[in-house]
């Protein structure tokens, strides 16, 4: 019966029986199945006969209800846009079209609230939308005229006023036909009245017709498919394959069915049936308007994207004009790599809808990924501005400022993207992966296993809470992440690396390599499989084969110097023939000065060579490598440096690729220091030290690396160190370089323990490395200090995890790089009691080497 008044009301609102509208929606908002769409009722029932304050009362009532409905929030945008509240009217039209792009009076009327705030191409821009979305809206060709008659284009007013004139022309004619009365027993208007509601985002209210036409004809192919269709917008994924499976058996045997089975078929997770549907559909109608978008964007998702390509490529031959073609050709582009096409055809949709949010967004993104940042946070901001309640917007702009290095600002940015749809398992992934990169693990957890809740079906967000779990050391439940992301996805090259990556971290070397040589047979040009094999082979020895899998860190995003774009050929290693060679830093400080031992090779060979480091390292390598030109900088994409060395260099290598060049085998490792410390530095410092009092000087680093470089298992907590510290004899002296001031004083005032400290040893790397020299040795874990107490010859006992990273090897007590270092390493994951027990004996003994 209540369902019945609201259908009666409707029409009667389309008559202009206002009194008779407001009282059938006052009656049936009494049910409460049908509240909200009676409130709603009543609300432009009353907002047409003037009484706004009532209006706007009865639609926030029927929000309160049911928030999730297009057309509620449209019509709330009317009343506040006569009363005239315009940014509010703005608000409720954006909400409106978040849950309906497709709605075309929502465009309408979205583009006279930006008209009355003066925002004339906006507005412009929101009528142009309404009328690609319904060619036939007279009103919206009106307006469009208007605002262009404002703005000057008196040639395109002309032509939207006559095109208005002709389509009221038409509804003139049309309106008798429209004026037959209501007649609820028969199913056909039945489903077409669904269907309106449908089209007007709601879906609840379109499957109540759909079943009330359904009882009047069970078989009827119009009704189960309108059915199927509000069913997939509520989430009733199985109730709408059952509709859609029931109309195709009952007759419906017409595209715009196959089209529903497909999209049912998809959502229910069955995707080769219906990739088979869509085909269908396109053989029946090979014009189809809707289909071949779809299917390009199930394509991309499946990451065929050659095919999805070629889908979306010939429905652009039939209709050039379509935004969302062009966009879903920028994804495939863009998912291959060619990210000049797909920016033209972001552009090219924004050109023909610059409303078009997600080409915004996508357009961000592919500037992001060409190293464009500057632009990239432009893109971004400017789809905020399109709509600052999108959650695509501060999406985008979260990834551009993550991009530049902007975390604080990012995590924000991700915030207000979550809050705006705190269920979108994206944010959530990416506002993890943020907090990693931040060194925040335990907070990056609580977002990603949200995520993982969201979507337990997405094998990549299973992955990637794996990856956080091994970060954290919980690798149970990682390898049980991995397993369940495998049975979903079987073939996934990502998962499969990072779990060899683990097998091989826990021990078991072979299986680990048997992982990632299966992971490069699914995917021979995935850069990040080769990579990690080339790390595996590093890590066992094999030096030759692991260089040229360390190469492909060249082509990842995070390479310092993929966009540097440096003016000079890349040196391959052939005869230098005196040319002069710029050498350009990458990674850590670590790193630098890790690969920096090949650096007096390249001299040997070069003519001249121009050495790129880090400020911190400045000093010290002028002194360590005087034929050498150093130039410190920071790290920039600028290059324009380059043109003022003189004489300039010929060619240009990476730091980390010498080794391919000169250590491609153990024998190839001198092991031989290769920096030197200021001597009068060194100097001061042992006047320092011997200030101490008697007993040996230990430099002491306990803390290694960020989170996803493995900070947890790295890591000693000062506490843990009890026993090594309270050796007789030792004299403790902080060389870390994270600011552990606070962490010292607690242990010294709960132990009366004091480890030394000079911040200005730490503040300046050129005078740790003095005080590294002026030592008796010193005591760290996998970290920096590692390369430089090797570099500079200084013996030094290293604790090392189980499972330690590639440069530490996989076994053994030796380090290739460094002569003076040795490794005692974790006998289990995560005890160190064997280690420190070790390092005692060692200590006590003066046992260093």
Same mark, same amino acid.
């Given at each position: 019966?209540?369902?019945?008044?609201?259908?009666?009301?409707? %029409?009667?609102?389309?008559?202009?029986?206002?009194?008779?509208?407001?009282?059938?929606?006052?009656?049936?908002?009494?049910?409460?199945?049908?509240?909200?769409?009676?409130?709603?009722?009543?609300?432009?029932?009353?907002?047409?006969?003037?009484?706004?304050?009532?209006?706007?009362?009865?639609?926030?009532?029927?929000?309160?209800?049911?928030?999730?409905?297009?057309?509620?929030?449209?019509?709330?945008?009317?009343?506040?846009?006569?009363?005239?509240?315009?940014?509010?009217?703005?608000?409720?039209?954006?909400?409106?079209?978040?849950?309906?792009?497709?709605?075309?009076?929502?465009?309408?009327?979205?583009?006279?609230?930006?008209?009355?705030?003066?925002?004339?191409?906006?507005?412009?821009?929101?009528?142009?939308?309404?009328?690609?979305?319904?060619?036939?809206?007279?009103?919206? %060709?009106?307006?469009?005229?208007?605002?262009?008659?404002?703005?000057?284009?008196?040639?395109?007013?002309?032509?939207?006023?006559?095109?208005?004139?002709?389509?009221?022309?038409?509804?003139?004619?049309?309106?008798?036909?429209?004026?037959?009365?209501?007649?609820?027993?028969?199913?056909?208007?039945?489903?077409?009245?669904?269907?309106?509601?449908?089209?007007?985002?709601?879906?609840?209210?379109?499957?109540?017709?759909?079943?009330?036409?359904?009882?009047?004809?069970?078989?009827?192919?119009?009704?189960?498919?309108?059915?199927?269709?509000?069913?997939?917008?509520?989430?009733?994924?199985?109730?709408?394959?059952?509709?859609?499976?029931?109309?195709?058996?009952?007759?419906?045997?017409?595209?715009?069915?196959?089209?529903?089975?497909?999209?049912?078929?998809?959502?229910?997770?069955?995707?080769?049936?219906?990739?088979?549907?869509?085909?269908?559909?396109?053989?029946?109608?090979?014009?189809?308007?809707?289909?071949?978008?779809?299917?390009?964007?199930?394509?991309?998702?499946?990451?065929?994207?050659?095919?999805?390509?070629?889908?979306?490529?010939?429905?652009?031959?039939?209709?050039?004009?379509?935004?969302?073609?062009?966009?879903?050709?920028?994804?495939?582009? %863009?998912?291959?790599?060619?990210?000049?096409?797909?920016?033209?055809?972001?552009?090219?949709?924004?050109?023909?809808?610059?409303?078009?949010?997600?080409?915004?967004?996508?357009?961000?993104?592919?500037?992001?990924?060409?190293?464009?940042?500057?632009?990239?946070?432009?893109?971004?901001?400017?789809?905020?501005?399109?709509?600052?309640?999108?959650?695509?917007?501060?999406?985008?702009?979260?990834?551009?400022?993550?991009?530049?290095?902007?975390?604080?600002?990012?995590?924000?940015?991700?915030?207000?993207?979550?809050?705006?749809?705190?269920?979108?398992?994206?944010?959530?992934?990416?506002?993890?992966?943020?907090?990693?990169? &931040?060194?925040?693990?335990?907070?990056?957890?609580?977002?990603?296993?949200?995520?993982?809740?969201?979507?337990?079906?997405?094998?990549?967000?299973?992955?990637?809470?794996?990856?956080?779990?091994?970060?954290? &050391?919980?690798?149970?439940?990682?390898?049980?992440?991995?397993?369940?992301?495998?049975?979903?996805?079987?073939?996934?090259?990502?998962?499969?690396?990072?779990?060899?990556?683990?097998?091989?971290?826990?021990?078991?070397?072979?299986?680990?390599?048997?992982?990632?040589?299966?992971? &490069?047979?699914?995917?021979?040009?995935?850069?990040?499989?080769?990579?990690?094999?080339?790390?595996?082979?590093?890590?066992?020895?094999?030096?030759?084969?692991?260089?040229?899998?360390?190469?492909?860190?060249?082509?990842?995003?995070?390479?310092?110097?993929?966009?540097?774009? &440096?003016?000079?050929?890349?040196?391959?290693?052939?005869?230098?023939?005196?040319?002069?060679?710029?050498?350009?830093?990458?990674?850590?400080?670590?790193?630098?000065?890790?690969?920096?031992?090949?650096?007096?090779?390249?001299?040997?060979?070069?003519?001249?060579?121009?050495?790129?480091?880090?400020?911190?390292?400045?000093?010290?390598?002028?002194?360590?490598?005087?034929?050498?030109?150093?130039?410190?900088?920071?790290?920039?994409?600028?290059?324009?440096?380059?043109?003022?060395?003189?004489?300039?260099?010929?060619?240009?290598?990476?730091?980390?690729?010498?080794?391919?060049?000169?250590?491609?085998?153990?024998?190839?490792?001198?092991?031989?220091?290769?920096?030197?410390?200021?001597?009068?530095?060194?100097?001061?410092?042992?006047?320092?030290?011997?200030?101490?009092?008697?007993?040996?000087?230990?430099?002491?680093?306990?803390?290694?690396?960020?989170?996803?470089?493995?900070?947890?298992?790295?890591?000693?907590?000062?506490?843990?160190?009890?026993?090594?510290?309270?050796?007789?004899?030792?004299?403790?002296?902080?060389?870390?370089?994270?600011?552990?001031?606070?962490?010292?004083?607690?242990?010294?005032?709960?132990?009366?323990?004091?480890?030394?400290?000079?911040?200005?040893?730490?503040?300046?790397?050129?005078?740790?490395?003095?005080?590294?020299?002026?030592?008796?040795?010193?005591?760290?874990?996998?970290?920096?200090?590692?390369?430089?107490?090797?570099?500079?010859?200084?013996?030094?006992?290293?604790?090392?995890?189980?499972?330690?990273?590639?440069?530490?090897?996989?076994?053994?007590?030796?380090?290739?790089?460094?002569?003076?270092?040795?490794?005692?390493?974790?006998?289990?994951?995560?005890?160190?009691?064997?280690?420190?027990?070790?390092?005692?004996?060692?200590?006590?003994?003066?046992?260093?080497?």
């Amino acid at each position: 019966m209540a369902l019945d008044q609201v259908l009666r009301a409707r %029409h009667c609102l389309s008559l202009d029986r206002l009194e008779e509208a407001e009282a059938l929606a006052r009656e049936a908002a009494r049910d409460a199945a049908s509240a909200p769409e009676a409130l709603h009722l009543l609300g432009v029932a009353l907002y047409r006969r003037g009484r706004l304050d009532e209006a706007e009362a009865a639609l926030r009532r029927a929000l309160e209800r049911d928030a999730d409905v297009a057309a509620f929030h449209h019509d709330l945008g009317n009343v506040l846009q006569d009363r005239g509240k315009h940014a509010d009217a703005v608000r409720a039209y954006r909400r409106a079209l978040r849950l309906q792009p497709q709605l075309a009076e929502a465009w309408n009327d979205l583009g006279t609230a930006r008209y009355a705030r003066g925002e004339l191409e906006a507005a412009v821009e929101c009528y142009q939308h309404a009328v690609r979305l319904r060619g036939d809206h007279a009103v919206a %060709h009106a307006n469009l005229g208007a605002v262009y008659r404002k703005i000057g284009l008196l040639r395109e007013a002309r032509r939207a006023l006559q095109r208005e004139l002709l389509l009221r022309a038409k509804a003139a004619l049309a309106r008798p036909f429209a004026r037959r009365g209501l007649d609820l027993t028969s199913p056909a208007t039945l489903a077409k009245l669904g269907e309106r509601q449908l089209e007007a985002g709601n879906a609840r209210h379109a499957a109540a017709i759909a079943r009330r036409a359904l009882e009047l004809a069970p078989r009827e192919p119009r009704a189960l498919r309108l059915l199927s269709a509000a069913s997939l917008r509520l989430g009733r994924v199985d109730e709408a394959l059952e509709a859609a499976q029931a109309a195709r058996a009952n007759g419906g045997a017409d595209a715009d069915s196959a089209l529903q089975l497909a999209r049912a078929l998809h959502r229910a997770g069955r995707i080769d049936e219906a990739l088979a549907a869509y085909d269908e559909v396109l053989q029946r109608a090979p014009g189809h308007a809707d289909a071949p978008a779809e299917l390009g964007g199930l394509l991309i998702q499946r990451r065929d994207w050659a095919r999805a390509e070629a889908v979306v490529r010939r429905a652009l031959q039939r209709r050039p004009g379509r935004p969302d073609l062009h966009l879903l050709l920028g994804d495939a582009r %863009h998912r291959q790599k060619a990210l000049d096409e797909a920016e033209a055809a972001y552009r090219r949709a924004l050109e023909l809808d610059a409303q078009l949010i997600a080409a915004q967004v996508r357009l961000s993104d592919v500037l992001r990924d060409s190293g464009r940042l500057d632009e990239a946070l432009a893109a971004a901001r400017r789809a905020v501005e399109l709509d600052d309640e999108s959650p695509l917007g501060h999406f985008a702009l979260a990834m551009a400022q993550r991009a530049k290095g902007r975390m604080d600002a990012a995590l924000q940015s991700f915030e207000t993207a979550r809050a705006r749809d705190p269920e979108r398992a994206q944010t959530l992934q990416q506002l993890a992966l943020a907090l990693r990169e &931040m060194d925040r693990l335990e907070e990056a957890l609580a977002p990603m296993r949200a995520a993982a809740r969201l979507r337990p079906g997405d094998a990549r967000l299973l992955s990637d809470l794996g990856m956080l779990l091994a970060d954290t &050391m919980r690798y149970d439940e990682a390898r049980e992440c991995y397993r369940r992301a495998l049975e979903i996805a079987p073939d996934d090259p990502d998962t499969i690396q990072r779990l060899g990556l683990l097998v091989d971290h826990l021990g078991d070397a072979a299986q680990g390599e048997a992982l990632l040589l299966r992971a &490069m047979a699914l995917a021979p040009q995935d850069d990040h499989v080769h990579y990690n094999l080339g790390l595996h082979r590093l890590k066992h020895g094999r030096f030759a084969e692991g260089w040229e899998g360390y190469e492909r860190r060249r082509k990842f995003d995070s390479f310092i110097g993929r966009f540097r774009d &440096m003016p000079l050929p890349e040196w391959d290693g052939a005869p230098l023939g005196g040319r002069g060679v710029l050498v350009m830093p990458e990674q850590g400080l670590g790193d630098e000065i890790m690969f920096g031992s090949c650096v007096p090779e390249v001299v040997q060979r070069a003519g001249h060579v121009y050495l790129e480091c880090d400020a911190k390292l400045e000093a010290l390598f002028r002194r360590s490598f005087p034929r050498s030109r150093v130039v410190s900088r920071q790290r920039t994409l600028a290059n324009d440096w380059i043109n003022r060395l003189e004489p300039r260099p010929e060619l240009q290598i990476s730091a980390g690729s010498l080794a391919l060049r000169f250590r491609r085998s153990l024998g190839d490792f001198p092991g031989t220091p290769f920096l030197e410390a200021d001597a009068q530095s060194v100097a001061a410092w042992r006047a320092k030290l011997e200030k101490l009092g008697p007993g040996a000087k230990i430099g002491l680093s306990w803390r290694g690396g960020v989170g996803y470089t493995g900070k947890t298992r790295r890591s000693v907590p000062l506490e843990r160190l009890l026993p090594v510290l309270r050796l007789p004899g030792m004299q403790f002296v902080n060389l870390q370089y994270t600011d552990v001031r606070q962490e010292m004083r607690e242990l010294e005032a709960r132990h009366s323990i004091r480890i030394h400290h000079w911040q200005e040893a730490i503040d300046d790397y050129d005078q740790t490395a003095a005080l590294v020299c002026a030592l008796d040795g010193v005591l760290t874990v996998c970290t920096a200090i590692v390369h430089l107490s090797g570099a500079l010859g200084q013996r030094a006992l290293v604790m090392v995890p189980f499972g330690a990273d590639w440069r530490y090897g996989g076994a053994g007590e030796r380090m290739p790089w460094y002569g003076s270092v040795r490794l005692l390493r974790q006998q289990r994951v995560g005890d160190w009691a064997d280690v420190l027990r070790e390092v005692s004996r060692r200590l006590a003994a003066g046992a260093w080497q």
